[in-house]
């Protein structure tokens, strides 16, 4: 149980278009879902927190108006790269957490975005 | 927010030695410190967590330390084994994570 997917797994697009990656609980209800960037060689940095039905809650340095994210639904949330530049060129992972209220998190298996 | 620090950066063991990372914490409000376990381009696996009425935990090779007072946690694996070579992640926190840096494990066969 707690699948969390991702599509797609890998994206190339040029500079300047609009990427869409969609994060998807695929046998549970997520309350919240998270968004992560990972650069090669570092850490998970949290960019954004949202909850089903309400406006997404940004990391400080993180672009609101690059990053769009949409919690539309307790299964789906979706991570919309804007007018992408090549430092956009990164690791994109989300994880969800249940209804059972415990902390743990499950991740998805990250979308690889090449921009070019 | 949180400020999560982890040491060393990298290890290299010996198969069949034990590894130890170590984690420093700054918010004394977080109550949970998963580790992850990430091969290179899949996603974090985790691997044992402990919460903060918890001291110790082990999960056969694996063994997990926290310490609330020092504000440090601690990931122990013993009898290492080729496929125990990834990165490793500690983190802490309830509601979000803050990740540490990460240690790159490497066990010579």
């Known amino acids: 149980g707690a699948v969390v997917s991702q599509h797609p797994s890998w994206v190339i697009c040029k500079s300047g278009t609009s990427v869409k990656i969609e994060c998807r609980s695929l046998?549970?209800?997520?309350?919240?879902m998270f968004w992560y960037r990972q650069f090669p060689k570092q850490s998970l940095m949290l960019m954004a927190t949202?909850?089903?039905?309400?406006?997404?809650?940004?990391e400080q340095g993180v672009e609101k108006d690059k990053f769009l994210i949409n919690h539309a639904s307790l299964t789906l949330s979706t991570l919309t790269v804007t007018s992408a530049h090549p430092e956009d060129s990164s690791f994109y992972i989300c994880?969800?957490?249940?209804?059972?209220?415990?902390?743990?998190?499950?991740f998805g298996p990250g979308t690889r975005l090449t921009v070019t | 927010g949180e400020n999560v620090e982890q040491h060393p950066s990298t290890l290299s063991v010996q198969e069949g030695d034990s590894a130890v990372i170590k984690c420093t914490y700054s918010?004394?409000?977080?109550?949970?410190f998963p580790w992850y376990k990430q091969e290179l381009g899949k996603r974090p696996q985790l691997i044992i967590d402990?919460?903060?009425?918890?001291g110790e935990k082990k999960d056969q090779r694996i063994a997990v330390t926290l310490n609330k007072t020092a504000k440090h946690f601690s990931l122990h694996i013993t009898e290492t084994q080729p496929e125990d070579s990834a990165v490793y992640f500690c983190?802490?926190?309830?509601?979000?994570?803050?990740f540490g840096a990460g240690t790159t494990v490497t066990v010579r066969a």
């Open positions: 994880s969800a957490t249940g209804t059972s209220h415990t902390y743990e998190q499950y």
């Open positions: 046998d549970f209800q997520a309350t919240t």
């Open positions: 949202s909850n089903e039905g309400s406006k997404a809650t940004y």
């Open positions: 918010d004394s409000a977080s109550n949970y």
């Open positions: 402990i919460r903060s009425n918890v």
């Open positions: 983190a802490a926190n309830d509601y979000k994570l803050s």
